[in-house]
């Protein structure tokens, strides 16, 4: 299959990496943002753009029948989004696969399946250490602040704590940056601390993991307890989950099954390679 | 959705509390091994039943247009078993669900989607410390043994050793035991340690776990790690897989999707109840 890429940031570059390491895909270019989307000859592309601009950009490429995966991360918007494409989807015979990440993502499909094991249970998701993106925006954002990075750290129980990096601009006073800072709405609701340096270059802006754990009941039978947790590259991930997705996108519609899909509406074996009774004998 | 029990043992009484828990699922009736299966009316029918009997019990049922789901434990014979069941299903418009317990099962899960997470790499299956079926009912066939409980112990890298409980018989030979089950086939290959007990009353039977782990690479990117374990009642979970597989089974027949599924095969939204929406907007 032929999978082109839009958009050459950290993702964009990864996935290019991931699609070169795929064995049955072919790398169909990589566009900018601003390129002609009907050069386009591929069989899906992966939105590696802004989380903002990824649905205009699927919309345009379903309605000429080419599959799309993003990795849209602004959790309250992703139903919306999904009903959205699914009707451009369904019209064109084209399949999109929407917030194809890691959370939303494959933290999704961990949190689908412990559901499905424990009924009766309470499930947390911990973040980090590592980059909070929105976070690090929104620091960024705070006037006398000259560069930031928000790193969240996890407390346990779904609870974060931030730790902002701050390079401060010439004259800028610490204190009054400090309760700015904690009082923007991205923080004022966690344990916030803000810590001046002089550079950020010393700091990963890529590393990151998460912790999911859930407790409760299977069968009526209590104290069943999951874990999944995963230590990563973040942009490596989440591009090499696009790719995994686009696979999908390009299997469905060939099952003439359009429209549009989380994670957790993928059977698992088709986000991968290779023979279906090879993968039933190796991973069953 | 209407399920039905067949076979009474740990799993089917556990599957009975899963049921009774569920909210969309009614209890069709709990059947015996012999019973007719003629009287059972359900859209689906776990078979709690030794993994040997399931292809004749599914068979049986799969003809009648109703829907099986089983644990079917013997991983060299699950792809054939899902080839022989799927052109029954088939035929007779029915869906079967195989080998859906915890492993082969929600693991096998883990391990697709950890592979397509990070494509090169290597995994590792770590049991234990746990009761394993196999390795007790043949510790029990040992001349000289009266009970026995086979425990296997992970040792990191998916290498398990075994420790085996033994009850001696009556002028039994403790060493002359132990040289006969050390050389027996299953335990010829492991590190094994026999130790004699006067009974198995203070053994947990059903206390199981699981440690998989991943490192690889990601969009050509080294150094990414992944691990899901879990500690849990080992009938507990395999039943409550079983009860959300038959939810998915009943979906795929009411969309027509008739045909044997391994759980790697199955979208993880088909396991839960309730509505997609509500489920997307949750989970993802």
Not at 20 to 49: K, M, R, S, W
Not at 75 to 80: A, G, R, T
Not at 148 to 177: C, F, N, Q, W
Request: proline letters at 4%.
């Amino acid at each position: 299959m032929k999978i082109a890429i839009l958009g050459y940031g950290n993702i964009g570059r990864a996935a290019e990496q991931a699609i070169l390491l795929a064995p049955d895909i072919e790398l169909a270019g990589v566009y900018h943002h601003n390129d002609n989307l009907d050069t386009i000859d591929a069989d899906a592309v992966l939105l590696c753009t802004p989380t903002r601009e990824v649905e205009s950009f699927a919309k345009a490429l379903l309605q000429k029948g080419i599959c799309t995966v993003d990795s849209f991360d602004i959790h309250q918007q992703i139903y919306d989004l999904r009903q959205s494409l699914k009707a451009v989807a369904e019209e064109h015979k084209a399949v999109s696969v929407i917030s194809a990440g890691w959370d939303p993502g494959s933290d999704s499909v961990a949190r689908a399946m412990f559901l499905s094991l424990v009924p009766q249970g309470v499930t947390y998701t911990n973040f980090g250490p590592g980059r909070s993106m929105g976070h690090t925006v929104a620091a960024k954002a705070i006037p006398g602040v000259k560069d930031a990075l928000s790193m969240t750290i996890p407390m346990g129980k779904g609870v974060h704590s931030r730790e902002v990096y701050v390079v401060l601009e010439e004259g800028a006073d610490a204190k009054e940056v400090e309760a700015l800072l904690k009082a923007d709405a991205y923080f004022a609701s966690d344990e916030t601390k803000m810590i001046v340096v002089e550079s950020l270059d010393s700091f990963c802006t890529v590393c990151h993991g998460v912790h999911l754990v859930r407790d409760g009941e299977s069968s009526g039978v209590a104290n069943q307890h999951l874990e999944f947790s995963m230590r990563i590259n973040n942009p490596a991930l989440t591009a090499q989950v696009m790719v995994s997705c686009a696979r999908a996108a390009v299997r469905l519609q060939q099952k003439q099954q359009y429209g549009a899909y989380t994670m957790i509406e993928l059977p698992p074996i088709a986000l991968l390679p290779g023979d279906e009774e090879q993968l039933i004998r190796q991973l069953v």
